[in-house]
């Protein structure tokens, strides 16, 4: 299976731009780069998704690289409430077609007042 | 609000004991999937369940089971062939499991312990 790769903890201060890197070196063609939040005893929240154009919505950004081998969570403006672990995952396409998923450790972002 | 339930937030059992956590979504989601989190670590697939009446293992499905009798209901049963049961449980839900491009709901958790 495809595999992500994220530094395990980051650091920002509040209401400064945060850039969260992540490695996926193996993606296949018809896997797309999901991002998830989680706060403590929570469960994950969605945060934003791409195939290969870059993406925005009301919470992040997210930058694909032309190869597709890594991507960037941009979050303009941090705030104390983006303090969480970041998970970047790809939603694989397996041979039944569900859409499984790999979490891997995520990056622990502190932000800092 | 349309979400994930999943009861009870906090679950106590003894060594040996089979026990089910409970997921319900009301989100009208073909798909649901059960994952195992445990501390300092990222979710770990257990089960998913692309339509009703059908699921494929995960990951790590054993000492695990579950059903899909109804679209809205995927409980899991933790047995006691579960090695290590104590962890967080999540149940998420995305629009179908075959669209890739559908984001995945989470409820908050189910906190398992077994003594």
Sequence with gaps: ???????????????????????HSTISGTDYIHWYR????????YVIHGLTSNVNNRMASLAIAEDRKSSTLILHRATLR??????????L????????????????????? | DGGITQSPKYLFRKEGQNVTLSCEQNLNHDAMYWYRQDPGQGLRLIYYSQIVNDFQKGDIAEGYSVSREKK??????????QKNPTAFYLCA???????YNSPLHFGNGTRLTVT
Excluded at chain 1, 1 to 23: G, I, R, Y
Excluded at chain 1, 38 to 45: A, D, I, K, M, V
Excluded at chain 1, 95 to 112: H, I, P
């Design chain 1, 1 to 23: 299976d495809a595999k992500t790769t994220q530094p395990n903890s980051m650091e920002s201060n509040e209401e400064e731009p945060v850039h969260l890197p992540c490695n």
């Design chain 1, 38 to 45: 989680q706060l403590p005893s929570q469960g994950p929240e």
């Design chain 1, 82 to 91: 983006d303090a969480a672990v970041y998970y970047c995952i790809l939603r």
């Design chain 1, 93 to 113: 396409r397996i041979v039944t077609n569900a859409g499984k998923s790999t979490f891997g450790d995520g990056t622990t972002l502190t932000v800092k007042p």
């Design chain 2, 72 to 81: 809205e209901s995927f409980p899991l049963t933790v047995t006691s062939a």
């Design chain 2, 93 to 99: 839900s995305s629009i179908d499991g075959s669209s």
